[in-house]
């Protein structure tokens, strides 16, 4: 079995983000020839304290937990790292888009209306600062300002000490309100805050996550809405590039193997309408009820028994949207749920919403995305058979 590369994995599994970089690393392995892997589970540290033992042909590390045992891996031996939010020592490095996923926060949020946003991170780590730094240009290009909540030194942010504290900001916030939460961790804290201090979710508090960890974002009441990310890929990525890197016995010329954020999973916490004007939130309504017909912008006056060009001008002044363009977000926000969550052609997801031809639903697409429905799929995700 000594003949099958050895890999040191030492990296836990115990989030989702980790646990789908392990899943892709392990899908490249079966298409590509085993190896032979070293990953412990209750101590991530053990591997890499015995890898003069080991002496093992690639190590994948997340130096958040490893900082002192990095030292102890040669600077020739085939190695990804993560966690770090940086590049780190000239090794390949995964690392998440966060300015995309900033930026995705802050335009879904303010589709649903609001006009108060609020941000709750982990401070000091880079990874969360560069999502708020992105989430607040968006919001501020906007015309809004975020309010931020800082973890004080003393609760280490153990949330059994940090509770009080989240509890006393969310209560100062003004509302309604969006917050979006640097990973699934913290919005799980925030709802679990709101559950506390009896603040209703999601009229008065709406909260976003990231990295869609179902059993933490199905774990809270209500449900937490999440931005999925395609660490699947990236681990498979990984795996190609640490390959390559032990095969030919040198270096890569890569640096970052980014995450993508590809879509956000809705649920209850953040299934609200925070719009003041009770005709523009009925039409929004009507449009994400009918996001999968060809409905027109005659139909969404219609449905509301307004004119036209009232509503338009409602639709201006709540959301700086015109009503087309609020059918179109919401109608590529479906194609790219489906494009990302089954297996369908593309010619199938086209039927299934009524359009008749192909090129139109890609132009469509690439409209709002900048790509079309085939480089979307291939760039953001991969389907393993």
């Not at 290009?141 to 059994?160: E, H, I, M």
């Not at 681990?235 to 390959?243: I, P, Q, S, T």
Request: net charge positive.
């Amino acid at each position: 079995m000594y003949d099958l590369p050895k890999i040191i994995l030492a990296i836990e599994s115990y989030r989702a983000y980790d646990r789908e970089l392990l899943k892709g690393i392990s899908q490249y392995a079966k298409q590509n020839g085993h190896w032979l892997f070293f990953h412990e589970t209750d101590d991530v540290n053990k591997s890499l304290s015995d890898i003069e033992k080991i002496k093992p042909d690639g190590v994948v590390v997340r130096v958040s937990k490893n900082s002192r045992a990095m030292e102890k891996i040669p600077d020739d031996m085939p190695c990804i790292v993560l966690g770090t939010g940086t590049v780190y020592n000239g090794r390949i490095n995964i690392i998440g888009n966060s300015e995309k996923m900033g930026q995705m926060a802050a335009e879904y949020l303010l589709s649903l209306g609001f006009k108060e946003f609020g941000f709750c991170g982990t401070n000091h780590a880079v990874w969360s600062c560069e999502r708020a730094a992105s989430f607040t240009r968006a919001i501020q290009n906007a015309g809004f300002d975020v309010n931020y909540y800082s973890c004080p030194d003393k609760a280490k942010t153990v949330f059994a000490r940090e509770l009080t504290a989240i509890i006393k900001w969310i209560e100062s916030l003004p509302k309604p309100i969006g917050i979006m939460a640097s990973n699934d961790d913290r919005g799980l804290q925030i709802l679990e805050a709101c559950k506390a201090a009896d603040l209703d979710v999601p009229g008065q508090v709406a909260v976003l996550g990231v990295d869609n960890d179902v059993v933490n974002c199905e774990l809270a009441i209500p449900p937490l809405s999440s931005i999925t990310l395609n660490t699947i890929k990236a681990g498979y990525e990984a795996a190609r590039l640490l390959d390559r890197m032990m095969r030919k016995g040198a270096g890569c010329k890569c640096e970052k193997i980014i995450v993508e954020p590809t879509h956000i999973v809705t649920r209850q916490s953040t299934s609200v309408l925070a719009v003041s004007d009770i005709v523009v939130a009925k039409a929004l309504d009507f449009i994400r009820n009918n996001v999968n017909k060809q409905i027109q912008v005659s139909d969404v006056a219609e449905s509301v028994s307004v004119s036209r060009r009232e509503l338009e001008r409602r639709f201006k002044k709540n959301l700086n949207n015109s009503i087309h363009q609020e059918i179109k977000l919401a109608k590529v926000r479906l194609i790219t749920k489906m494009l990302l969550e089954t297996s369908d052609t593309i010619s199938e997801i086209v039927a299934k919403l009524g359009f008749v031809d192909v090129n139109h639903v890609a132009r469509y697409f690439r409209d709002v995305e900048g790509i079309s429905p085939v480089e979307y799929r291939k760039k953001t995700y991969v389907l393993f058979n």
